[in-house]
């Protein structure tokens, strides 16, 4: 069984850019999750989508972070623009139906902002 | 919201126990526990879906207590592919909603 796939894997960008990550969750796996983790912390949940409807958003900064999932298979989330501070590792995870699931993640992605 | 954990950092020697706790401020409907190695992804471990449920992983054992809104994870027998950050992930009880913990560090030296 395939895992979860995110790309890129690296990403350097300066401050004020755009950047966009895409994952794709395991088949089958309703639930997908995007997290933040900033080095050192434990990763903070940014949205959480059951199929393409959103669960939970409320520690996505809207203004600057957007995040779909089409036809409820793949995710893009979206910086724009991005600061300093976005700096961290962008997980990936899905699970079958819910949060009482174990969730299995992705690789990851490593935004770097100069 | 987000589950505090304790300690925050610990080193064993291999063969040691460890005991690593979870709680939250809010009343919990699941718990998960992750391992981090570094720079990699987190790892399942295990969920503990009822108050008072016990699991076992091979030498890993975790504890649900529903009334004190805590967890427990115990690490017996240590071994040192047992090293990473330790996460507790907590499904809140009055929705879907989930929060990792503040993380434990666990290094095991021979």
């Known amino acids: 069984e395939a895992g979860v796939a995110q790309s890129p894997r690296y990403k350097i960008i300066e401050k004020r850019q755009s950047v966009a990550f895409w994952c794709n969750p395991i088949?089958?796996?309703?639930?997908l999750y995007w997290y933040q983790q900033i080095l050192g912390q434990g990763p903070k949940l940014l949205i959480q989508?059951?199929?393409?409807?959103?669960?939970?958003d409320s520690q996505l900064p809207k203004d600057r972070f957007s995040a779909e999932r089409l036809k409820g298979v793949d995710s893009t989330l979206k910086i724009q623009p991005a600061k300093l501070e976005d700096s961290a590792v962008y997980l990936c995870?899905?699970?079958?139906?819910?949060?009482?699931?174990?969730?299995?993640f992705g690789p990851g992605t490593r935004l770097t902002v100069t | 919201q987000q589950p505090v954990q304790s300690p925050q950092a610990v080193i064993l020697r291999e063969g040691e126990d460890a005991v690593i706790n979870c709680s939250s401020s809010?009343?919990?409907?699941?718990v998960h526990w992750y391992r981090q190695k570094h720079g990699e992804a987190p790892v399942f471990l295990m969920i503990?879906?009822?108050?008072?449920e016990q699991k076992g992983h091979e030498k890993i054992s975790a504890s649900f207590n529903e009334k004190k809104q805590q967890s427990s994870l115990y690490l017996t027998a240590s071994q040192l592919s047992y090293s990473g950050t330790y996460f507790c992930?907590?499904?809140?009880?009055?929705?879907?909603?989930?929060?990792f913990g503040t993380g434990t560090s666990l290094t095991v030296i021979p």
């Open positions: 088949s089958g796996h309703a639930t």
């Open positions: 503990l879906l009822k108050g008072g």
């Open positions: 809010k009343a919990l409907y699941s």
């Open positions: 992930g907590t499904n809140l009880f009055t929705g879907n909603q989930f929060y």
């Open positions: 995870a899905s699970s079958l139906a819910g949060a009482v699931y174990e969730q299995y």
């Open positions: 989508f059951q199929n393409n409807g959103v669960v939970d």
